[in-house]
């Protein structure tokens, strides 16, 4: 039988298959070809993969692939043929294929598959998918739910090499690593349960000024970690290199509280407008992966000095948390050891969150507020801090929330020739009247939000009823913030008229701050593979008729 196989170096071959009916536990070649194709759509199904997979680890870089996608599609695959049936094995022989030297082996379901091409490919990275090297990928796959789809599954059958004797017993039902997250409220818009990932609804998003915790946004990427307050640690790396312990009783003790009323945005807010214009295969966020809370807790800065840190000293400060995957991998991120330190950088550890305990969601007890920064680097459950000349090597540091040009594509991208977000660029959204909603003719109220990054104010939002032909100046209101540290948004409300015979609107908003960075007026221009950093304009199409 004819196949097409891709070698490790990235050329694809012909090659035909014989499996040694003497020996069925030793296989020289491939798999029987599948006729769903593949093979034939290997660029275009091995990225739409990589983009799913990597929604819970982050998108991760594409490696080898890049090479091998291309020569793969050019090569056209050869007919689908019966093939013999596939060999039978126990689990004790996939047991066996454990490691590159035996070519590794996994099983999912019934079916046997040698992964062992795919290693390089992997988003996560090698060290993750060998965890299942020798065994099966359930357990592993109830972390990263996301794998479950069908052209992941589509994918992985190209690597059978056999089947389970139907003489094994079945493995129990993988313990559900998300079974002790918190309950949520009902009426967030859920993107993905495992991990859980969801905005509050539009009509509800600007109601306050503070977000009621329970409709706060949520942006897990892995499960909720359960700690017990009594018992939890805070270790942070001194001057010296020792690790200092400190117990929530010590924080809240040993250093002043302070208060610091912050909005939290995610790089990849209103992605789903990125989406419609070419997709990213992320989670497609709406206008509502942004809230507001008014935090409370220590002061970082406060803390690094008790370890022996100075204003002057350089670096970046590095954490961690509790929450994990199945190989102890800890969500991690880093911000500037300048930021970290700057007494009117209001950076916060927080143990409460609009006058109540932290929720579980939001990182109880302790988590990571840094004002006027991308959300990834306020880490939840924090566990560990440190400081060092170099930024976390983190995944979702390294590898993910990183902006790029359009003309970036996963063939091209070298992750370490962009810098990881801090600031977010200057935003604004509508959150009434809402997309394709009927409006009747006379006077309109438009609501929405606007921020900036980098504790930059927002000084005037604009809107427009005609697409941007003509705009009005809308009213702001919020709390008066300081020169460099308005770390919250402003609501903004335009009453407008709307003359009869009016039969549609197309409403636009843009967003002014200090320092008159100004939204683009379109999507396409700052489009990027990972989604993030959309601040275009926002624009909500309605229809205008009597109800």
Known sequence: ?????????????????YWLKAHPTVCLAWSPYHSHGTWHNAGSTRRRFMAVAGVGLGIGAILAYRDHHRQAAEVDPPESTPGPPFPVFTRQEVALHHSEADRVWVTYGGDVFDITDFLELHPGGKSKILLAAGGALEPFWALYAMHKQEHVLELLQGYKVGELSPEEPPLPTPGDPYAGDPPRHPALKVNTLKPFNAEPPTELLTEHYLTPNQLFFKRNHLPVPTVD????????????????SLSLQDLKSKFCKHTVT??????????AEMNAFQNTNRLGWSIGAISTACWGG?????????????????????????DKDQSGTVYGASIPFKKAMDPEGDVLLAYEMNG??????????LRVVVPGTVGARNVKWLARISVGPEESQSHWQQKDYKGFSPAVTWDNVDFSKAPAIQEMPVQ??????????????GELTVKGYAWSGGGRDVIRVDVS?????????????????????????????????????TKELNIVCKAVDTSYNEQPDSVGPIWNILGVLNNAWHRVHVSVGEN
């Open 262 to 271: 912050a909005t939290v945005q995610c790089a990849g807010n209103r992605r």
């Open 229 to 244: 307050p009594a018992t939890y640690r805070l270790h942070v790396q001194d001057i010296r290199g020792r690790t200092l």
């Open 428 to 441: 604004s959204a509508i959150t009434e009247p809402s997309p394709n909603a009927l409006v009747t003719p």
């Open 356 to 365: 109540e305990e932290v929720p579980h969601d939001h990182g109880f007890p």
């Open 465 to 501: 009823l005609d697409g941007g032909k003509s705009w009005h100046e809308a009213q702001l209101t919020g709390e008066a913030q300081s020169l460099g540290r308005a770390w919250a948004w402003k609501l903004w409300q335009l009453e407008a008229s709307v003359p009869p015979g």
């Open 298 to 322: 220590v002061r970082l800065r406060d803390v690094l000095m008790h370890a022996g840190y100075k204003q002057g000293d350089e670096g970046h400060v590095s954490f961690e948390g509790l």
């Open 1 to 17: 039988m004819l196949l097409i196989r891709i070698s490790r170096n990235g050329f694809c071959t012909l090659q035909k298959t």
